[in-house]
């Protein structure tokens, strides 16, 4: 059987569909053929204290004494945190019980402690892998005991079958989108040259987009300017910890303002896209093949040494290479700064297929996003319950392109975000105080008893579902029940009465029941709902506190509407989310605030002679301020030059 460990066997698809797509290789090609792939978890610093500890006795809140100063995810061992903290080593030397534990525990340090199973990988055979190697069972697939490294040694067919979540957000989009248009978008056809999609990955407006969400892929975004997909693919693999020392140059080189050059004319055609810098795994095989006359095959084992640092490998591959070099007609001392060079990278390459693939994925949802954003944020939005910051961040992206996301409604919400015209109706199960096992009740419920005539109708069904008079509190100041035209303060002022007309037709004929009067009470004023807005929803959902200001003042800005103004003077009204204070090296005081208003977060200087004077401002303070917006690599930076104080926290 042929060694097979090509790299690139990488399958993806909707998280949702991965059981099955496993369950019907098992069927095609037989159940003991087909295995996942064992891993063995290694005893970390901190768990090998926890589980010697255990054996021999000690107390828990000793051991806590230690694990107080190891983080949860870390590379370093007990002997570093020994050497490097003086009060871990103090504990130690101080308790005899202690320094017995940490003697133990070093011993053990890095043996596996448990097995458990790869992410992704499967592996298939041509015959039973019973005849090849040990297996085991787990959760109804056969698992190699051996890991993944042998299983290639072996020869076996090792795939990653990847379930990705946003592979079903497109699924879900698209399902959509053919529901509100009756539109049916082939997913393989959607062009990659959309002048509208290009633009979006220039603005970085990325909110929601696979792998472009972050800050730092933000930023790396704006200086790059990609101007067509080839360049989006290449930020995803340029993007790493280990190729990011290339970026500067890269966009330098981009844009022209550095020169492109190859230490051999041969290099030319591999790297030419990538202006001369190697980014991708592809292209050491294509240098060794065109320079040193490698087989695609002999340039993959070529690719793997490098990849895992293995000095003899590649000991004997450096001579192999300088030795292919010559017989091609290039220089020994040439051919050798060559391997030095592709050495130097191979340890951060990235593959070109692994990085097409997501930046497929990640283009066609900025697709989506910009032809078709209702459906777009009505999924993103719904894949991000759960997550407050997340919920806040989307939301005010959507209510910002004037996307209408409306209060929850006891008929039409659902537990997840739901689409109907031109409105998305919030969730039950993004309600603080209801969650999904309640929103599972609400929903039965209504399938059983709905549409409801009268709020007396909702209630007894609700109390028949099982929901608690505190639930339904937290339904009606969410205003789950406004359709029936009761202000919330009837509702709540009467919850027992309507508890009781709940209870009682629990086991009677409601026509046996005298339904309750309900007396009309006064709303709310609007400043109190929004406050239990943002308590239940995280975010304010009707308005924002701002916006009772913006008919008072003139020539008001939006957030969003911020970057149209670079280098002019602005003034906005905002409510602080957040205030750092810090001291210069002079010694003054000076702050950074994050701003909210209806439509975006951002971020506001107040330098030290403006902010002596605001010394009192913090989190909730409503302000108008004036500034100057600067842009520094395309990033927003407002800073402040007046502020006035409209409503303090």
């Known amino acids: ?35 996942g792939i064992v891993t ?9 204290l926890r589980d010697v500890a255990r054996v021999l006795s000690i107390p828990s809140y000793k051991v806590d004494l230690l694990s107080h100063y190891i983080p949860a995810f870390t590379k370093d061992k007990l002997k570093d945190f020994y050497q490097k903290s003086a009060d871990f080593r103090m504990n130690i030397e101080q308790d005899a019980s202690l320094k017995k534990l940490y003697t133990i525990a070093l011993k053990f340090e890095g043996f596996p402690r448990h097995t ?39 020869g076996l067919l090792k795939m990653d079958f990847l379930g990705l979540r946003n592979l079903t957000l497109i699924m879900h989009i698209l399902e959509d989108i053919f529901q509100t248009t009756g539109e049916k978008i082939d997913f393989s056809k959607i062009p990659l040259d959309d ?22 892929m933000r930023q790396f975004l704006r200086q790059l300017a990609p101007n067509c997909f080839e360049d989006i693919f290449a930020a995803i693999a340029l993007f790493r910890p280990g190729a990011a020392p290339n970026i500067p140059s890269y966009i330098r080189r981009k844009h022209q303002e550095e020169a492109i050059t190859y230490l051999d004319p041969v290099l030319e055609p591999i790297l030419k896209n990538t202006y001369g810098i190697f980014i991708y795994q592809e292209q050491i095989m294509q240098v060794a093949s065109a320079y040193a006359g490698y087989s695609l095959g002999e340039a993959d084992i070529l690719r793997r040494a490098m990849s895992k640092k293995k000095k003899e490998l ?27 060079l592709i050495l130097n990278f191979a340890g951060y390459g990235f593959n070109r297929s692994h990085s097409v693939a997501y930046s497929l994925i990640a283009y066609k949802m900025a697709y989506l996003k ?24 989307y939301m005010m992206e959507a209510k910002a392109i004037n996307l209408e996301i409306v209060k929850p409604d006891i008929h039409k919400s659902e537990a997840l975000f739901r689409l109907e015209g031109d409105k998305i109706y919030f969730p039950f199960a993004a309600i603080k105080g209801i969650g999904s096992v309640v929103c599972k009740q609400i929903l039965q419920a209504r399938e059983k008893d709905g549409p409801y005539q009268t709020i007396f109708e909702a209630i007894s069904s609700l109390i028949r579902a099982k929901l608690t008079k505190k639930q339904i509190e937290t339904l009606i100041q969410a205003g ?19 508890i009781n007309y709940g209870e009682l037709t629990k086991d009677l004929d409601p026509s046996l029941v005298l339904v309750p009067d309900l007396p009309f009470k006064e709303e709310y004023k609007n400043s109190e709902l929004l406050e239990k807005e943002y ?115």
Do not use: W
Not at 1 to 6: D, G, H
Not at 40 to 48: C, E, I, M, R, T
Not at 135 to 149: H, I, N, Q, R, V
Not at 538 to 565: A, C, M, R, V
């Open 1 to 35: 059987m042929e060694i097979t460990s090509n790299p690139y066997l990488s399958a993806y698809f909707p998280d949702q569909y991965r059981d099955q797509v496993i369950q019907y290789v098992k069927e095609k090609y037989g159940e003991m053929q087909v295995a």
């Open 40 to 48: 063995f978890v290694p005893l970390g610093a901190k768990q090998v």
């Open 116 to 154: 458990s199973s790869h992410a992704a990988g499967i592996v298939m055979a041509r015959r039973p892998l019973e005849e090849i190697v040990p297996l085991t069972k787990s959760d109804g697939l056969y698992l190699t005991a051996y890991p993944m490294e042998y299983l290639e040694e072996l």
């Open 195 to 216: 002048k509208k999609t290009i633009l979006l990955f220039q603005k970085a407006d990325t909110t929601g987009i696979f792998q472009f969400e972050s800050a730092g």
């Open 314 to 340: 590649l000991k004997s591959e450096e001579e192999r290479f300088v030795k292919g070099a010559i017989a091609n007609g290039h220089d020994k001392e040439k051919a050798k700064e060559i391997f030095a």
């Open 370 to 393: 910009c032809h078709y954003p209702k459906e777009f944020y009505c999924n993103i939005l719904s894949n991000v319950i759960g997550s407050d910051t997340k919920l806040k961040e």
């Open 480 to 498: 789950a029940f406004d359709y029936f035209g009761y202000t919330r303060r009837t509702l709540l002022g009467e919850i027992d009465a309507l």
């Open 535 to 649: 308590s239940l929803f995280g975010f304010y959902l009707s308005s924002h506190p701002t916006s009772k200001y913006q008919k008072e003042e003139k020539d008001i800005l939006l957030l969003n509407q911020l970057e149209q103004h670079f280098n002019q003077q602005i003034k906005v009204l905002i409510m602080i989310e957040k205030i750092k204070v810090i001291e210069t090296k002079k010694g003054d005081k000076m702050a950074f605030i994050l701003g909210s208003d209806a439509t975006k977060l951002v971020d506001f200087t107040i330098f030290p002679q403006l902010y002596q004077k605001n010394t009192s401002l913090k989190k909730g303070d409503i302000i108008l301020l004036t500034g100057v917006i600067e842009k520094r690599y395309n990033q927003l930076q407002v800073i402040a030059n007046n502020i006035i104080l409209k409503e303090g926290a």
